[in-house]
Every structure is written in C-alpha cells, then in structure tokens.
C-alpha cells in the first residue's frame, strides 16, 4: 500500500474505510497508529492481526474531542474533567469505566477504556469525519519499534492496510502517557509526553505506581517493548568503534548524537535507533540518560528495549 498525502480527497476516503470496517495508518503527536473503528469488532480484530498483537492487550480509543468521552466511557471522575481541559487535544491517555458500546475486542476483555484526544490536525480531521471513535495502537509489529514517520513503517505492516496517510515526522516521538483513573487513587501506567508533575499539578495529588502482577488496562506495560530486532544495551559511555546513541560528538556512521533535553531525544529516539539497526549494526549501545523526572518516560522505553527477549 503506497504513502499518500493527505488531501481532503485523500481524508474523505480513508473516513470511507474506517466507518466501512477497514484499517488506515494514521500520523498522531505521539506515533503512527493503525486505525479503525474502535466499535466494530471485526475491525478491531483485524488490527490485533496485523500487529501480530495479543488480544488481551488493550487499544487506546482515540476522539475527536472531549464531547465524544459518553461514546465510550460510562462514567469520569472529577480528575479527568480536569486533566481533559488542561492536556486534550495531547499526549494524555486516561483509563475510564467502559460503556457496554465498546466491544470487549477492543478493551483487551476489561470493563475499563483507554481513551484520548490527539493533537495532530491530520488525526483530529480524520476521526471528525468517521464520525465514529477510533482505536490506533501503534503502526508497528508487536514489541517492536513504533514508527514516527511514514517511512519507518514495516512493510509487513504496510501490505495488510488500507491506506496509509503522510503526515509528516511525529512531534512528541514517545506513546502517549496513561494514568488510570478507575482505582482509589490515580495512577501512572505508561509515562509518555505529559509529565508525572504535570499531571499531579493538575489534580493536586501525587500519582501512584503500577502495581506488580496486576491486570493490564493500558498498551505498552510488557518488560520487553518498543524495541529493534538487534540487543539494546544502557552505558555509561559509547566506545569510539561501537554503534549507538550518545551526547557527543559520533566517533564513527553508526553513531547518532542525541538532543540534551528529554522531549528532544523522545522525538528522535525511535527514529535514531531505527537508522543504526538499518545501517547494520548487530548491537546498541545507549548513553544513559539523567535519571531525573523529566526523563521518565525516555528512561521507560529505553529499559524496555533493553530488556532481554523471551526465552533468550
């Protein structure tokens, strides 16, 4: 499937095919995303599919705007009113009870939603004109690299979608940040582009942690994630021969200067591990970031690409 503009030509079909049951790569703020229909069931299957995914693993439901949060949530806290006014349209995803309209296919089989509004003009057109909320996990092989441009799309991914829209280079580069709102006190599963001070500033609490061993109500909380096919590994420094990400000045083509300032580096960081496993490398070496809150959600997706795989 080629990579076409978005033209309003190009948008009205690509609504077409989400409201008749297809799959549509979308650009979002965060990643690109597999888009469809979050209340058909066979779409949402199909995705599952595609990505290669376990079906107990929830999708976020991305809306137009918050006047679409009754569509699939049956009820929100005080919180969430507030968190919706300050960070959506963004990188905020909120964990809420479902409305029994959400198929269970898209919820991972849970009786709560993920749910969103993104910040990207191109998404936010696209969901207007399904007309119908959208669910779009990341346009990637299950625990692999998500894609923040068109053109890191795997092309696995690509011969089983419908369309694929061109929308530029992703803004924020890291999935978006989940907090779930469903238990006695909100809590962060997924740090992402909206910070845990943020957040806490917002609602005037702190947040907690995701509790060990318990059910998982938002996408990407595996030990292993967002990660290349080659090893990832966290040092102090990169040597002068070895292939990776680093502060300074590269010492060789497998090398990547990042940005100094987290959100920089989120923006860049799947792109630039995506360049040196391209460029041959059998291993990456990663420069360890400050382990400072403004890090966090950098600091996650590098500890989960590091992780080693299953059984290895």
Known sequence: MSIIRPTQEALEEAAKTI????????PTETVYGLACSALKKKAVTRVFEIKGRPMDNPLIVHLADVSQL???ASSWPKEAELLADRFWPGPLTMVLPRKDSVPLETTGGLDTVAVRVPSHPIALDLIRMADCPVAAPSANLFMGL?????????PAIQVDVDITLDGGPCEVGLESTVVDLTGDHPRILRPGGVTRAQIQAVIGQPLGQFPPNSVRKSPG????????????ELV?????KAAGLVFGEPANSLQVRMPQDARGYGALLYSAMQKIEQGGAKKIFVESPPETPEWEAVNDRLTKASAE????
């Open 19 to 26: 409201r008749s049951g297809g799959v549509v790569v979308m």
């Open 221 to 232: 909380m595996h030990r292993r994630h967002y990660a290349p096919d080659v090893p990832v």
């Open 70 to 72: 009754g569509l699939v």
């Open 146 to 154: 998500s894609p923040t441009r068109p053109d890191m799309i795997d």
């Open 236 to 240: 102090k420094s990169v040597t002068k």
């Open 309 to 312: 795989k299953s059984g290895s």
